[in-house]
């Protein structure tokens, strides 16, 4: 069974960084593409960032590039996202997936 299990968000002001981590289980990590999308209230799901079984093929939602770095650890079967520069709109529940599975989410809230 595939589980997911997102971590690392938090209150921060704006211009500050936060850095977010994805840990699965139950699948062969290293062979699946991997995404994070995030969801604000009363908007709908917006993707973030992908990035490949290999660490390549990164892309990024125009929103957060040059801001948001996405990284994986194969060994660790852990993704990462770290925000920098972060703004209030960038506040939201942060979901990472995994062929369309999503784990629980971690909030980020972004203050002014």
């Known amino acids: 069974q595939v589980k997911l299990v997102e971590s690392g968000g938090g209150l921060v002001q704006a211009g500050g960084s936060l850095r977010l981590s994805c840990a699965a289980s139950?699948?062969?990590?290293?062979?699946?593409?991997m995404g994070w999308f995030r969801q604000a209230p009363g908007k709908e799901r917006e993707f973030v960032a992908t990035l490949g079984w290999s660490g390549g093929n990164l892309d990024y939602a125009d929103s957060v590039k040059g801001r948001f770095t996405v990284s994986r650890d194969n060994a660790k079967s852990t993704m990462y996202l770290q925000m920098n520069s972060l703004k209030p709109e960038d506040t939201a529940v942060y979901y990472c997936?995994?062929?369309?599975?999503r784990g629980q989410g971690t909030q980020v809230t972004v203050s002014s």
């Open positions: 139950g699948m062969p990590f290293s062979m699946y593409t």
């Open positions: 997936d995994a062929a369309g599975q």
